[in-house]
């Protein structure tokens, strides 16, 4: 019922930037939340950033924070990924996911019940 697609991934050098796109459809009940994961060889997922849709609040991981910025377009239904000052530490996939009927932001991959794709960022040193 409801579809996640991701864009924006791709390849950049070190302290450059990318923006990621995560563009929701399907009927989501209530107030609901997206994160953001990323997943690198060989490590577990983890949990990068959130949004909570209904008053925009967000949490970023210490490993992120001051350089991605979460953000949303309503009209679009549409969560966005504004990635500054990359790091080759931030080579990985990049997933989107919802938390439906409910408008906490969580950090634990199990708690989400809808995943984009993943779209791939690497960045060179």
């Known amino acids: 019922q409801v579809q996640l697609v991701e864009s924006g991934g791709g390849l950049v050098q070190a302290g450059g930037s990318l923006r990621l796109s995560c563009a929701g459809s399907g009927r989501m009940f209530g107030n609901y939340a997206m994160g953001w994961f990323r997943q690198a060889p060989g490590k577990e997922r983890e949990f990068a950033a959130g949004?909570?849709?209904?008053?925009?609040?967000?949490y970023y991981a210490d490993s992120v924070k001051g350089r991605f910025t979460v953000s949303r377009d309503n009209a679009k239904n549409t969560v966005y990924l504004q990635m500054n000052s990359l790091k080759p530490e931030d080579t990985a996939v990049y997933f989107c996911?919802?938390?439906?009927?409910?408008?906490?932001?969580?950090?634990?991959?199990?708690?989400?019940?809808?995943w984009g794709q993943g779209t791939q960022v690497t960045v060179s040193s």
């Open positions: 949004i909570r849709w209904a008053g925009g609040s967000t």
């Open positions: 996911a919802a938390r439906l009927n409910t408008g906490l932001i969580t950090t634990t991959p199990e708690s989400y019940a809808y």
